[in-house]
C-alpha cells in the first residue's frame, strides 16, 4: 500500500500550495465505502501500537490538528482515537490564551501539554494559532510573529529530539463546505451549541487565513516534524486519512513490549498456594 504520509505531505517549493489541493480529493482510497472499512481495521492497529508504545514508555507521539472552523478537528479526535486506551492519551484544545498565558511566552502553555514518555498527545488548535489568527487580527506587530517561525521550527526540532513524533496535520475544507456545515449547524438544534457568530467574522478573513496558513506550512516544514494536509471536505477521507498518518508514524517507531528479565520459575514457585 502506498504511504500515506507520502501522499499527503506538504511539498512546498516557493509557489502556493493550498489551491493546488482538492478539498474534495481523496488520495489513496477508492471511496467511503473502502474508507470505512479500512478506519475499522486501522483502529485496530492503532489500539495495538499504542498499547506498546505506552508500554515501552521511551517514545511518544505529538499530533497537531489545525483547520478552519467546522474542518472537523474535533470529529477527527472522535473517531481516529475511539478505540485507544484512554490511559495513554491525551487532548488539549487551545483556546484564546488566558492572561496568565498571555503573560508567558507562546509556547508556555503549548510545553505543558507535550505527551510524557509512552502517551500521545492530540492538540486541537496548536502554537501555529500564534502565527494564524494573531496574524490575522494583528494581535502582536509583525515582526513579533515573523519571528515566530523559526522559533516553532527550533522548538519542535527539540520535541522530535527528545524523541517524540510529530504529525503535523492541516484540515484542508473549502470555503463552500464550511458555509454548509455552519448551516447544517444552524438547522439541528443539537448543534446550537457548537455555533459561534464569530465564525462568520472569521470566515469573512478565508483569504487572510489561506495566506497565513500557507506561509506557516512552508516555514515550518521539516523533515523532522512535516506538515501534511488532508482534503477535508468529506469526512470519511479525513478520518481514514487521519487515522492512516498516526499509524504510519508508529509503525516507523515499531515500539516493543519491554522485556525485563524476570526469573519466571522462581516467581511462579512463590506464587504457588500454600499447601
Ligand atoms: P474553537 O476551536 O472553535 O473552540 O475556538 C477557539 C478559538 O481560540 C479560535 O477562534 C482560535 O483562533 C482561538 N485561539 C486559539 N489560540 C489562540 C491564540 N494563541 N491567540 C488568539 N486566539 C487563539
Ligand atoms: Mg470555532
Not at 14 to 36: E, K, N, V
Not at 201 to 210: I, S, V
Request: proline share 7%; aromatic share 8%; charged share 30%.
Amino acid at each position: 500500500m502506498a504511504s500515506v504520509r507520502d501522499l499527503l505531505r506538504a511539498g512546498p517549493d516557493g509557489s502556493p500550495l493550498l489551491p493546488r489541493i482538492d478539498p474534495l480529493g481523496h488520495p489513496g482510497i477508492g471511496g467511503r465505502r473502502d474508507a470505512i472499512r479500512e478506519l475499522e481495521a486501522a483502529a485496530l492497529r492503532l489500539a495495538s501500537l499504542q498499547d506498546r508504545l505506552y508500554a515501552e514508555h521511551t517514545r511518544a507521539v505529538l499530533v497537531v490538528l489545525q483547520g478552519m472552523d467546522t474542518s472537523g478537528k474535533s470529529g477527527a479526535v472522535k473517531h481516529v482515537f475511539r478505540g485507544v486506551n484512554p490511559a495513554g492519551l491525551s487532548v488539549t484544545a487551545f483556546k484564546q490564551p488566558t492572561e496568565e498565558e498571555r503573560a508567558h511566552h507562546f509556547l508556555w502553555r503549548i510545553e505543558q501539554h507535550l505527551p510524557g514518555q509512552g502517551h500521545i498527545a492530540i492538540f486541537d488548535r496548536s502554537h501555529y494559532e500564534d502565527v494564524i489568527v494573531v496574524r490575522v487580527h494583528g494581535l502582536v506587530p509583525e515582526e513579533e510573529w515573523r519571528g515566530r517561525y523559526e522559533e516553532i521550527v527550533e522548538f519542535e526540532r527539540r520535541v522530535a529530539a527528545g524523541g517524540t513524533a510529530v504529525v503535523k496535520v492541516y484540515l484542508h475544507l473549502s470555503f463552500e463546505e464550511q458555509r454548509r456545515r455552519l448551516l447544517a449547524r444552524l438547522e439541528d438544534p443539537d448543534k446550537h451549541w457548537k455555533f459561534n457568530e464569530a465564525d462568520i467574522q472569521e470566515r469573512a478573513r478565508w483569504p487572510e487565513y489561506m495566506a497565513a496558513y500557507e506561509d506557516a506550512i512552508a516555514r515550518c516544514h521539516t523533515d523532522e516534524s512535516p506538515w501534511y494536509i488532508v482534503p477535508a471536505d468529506r469526512k470519511w477521507y479525513r478520518n481514514w486519512a487521519v487515522e492512516r498518518l498516526v499509524v504510519e508514524t508508529l509503525e516507523d517507531l515499531d515500539p516493543h513490549y519491554p522485556r525485563p528479565p524476570l526469573d519466571v520459575e522462581a516467581l511462579q514457585a512463590r506464587l504457588a498456594p500454600p499447601n
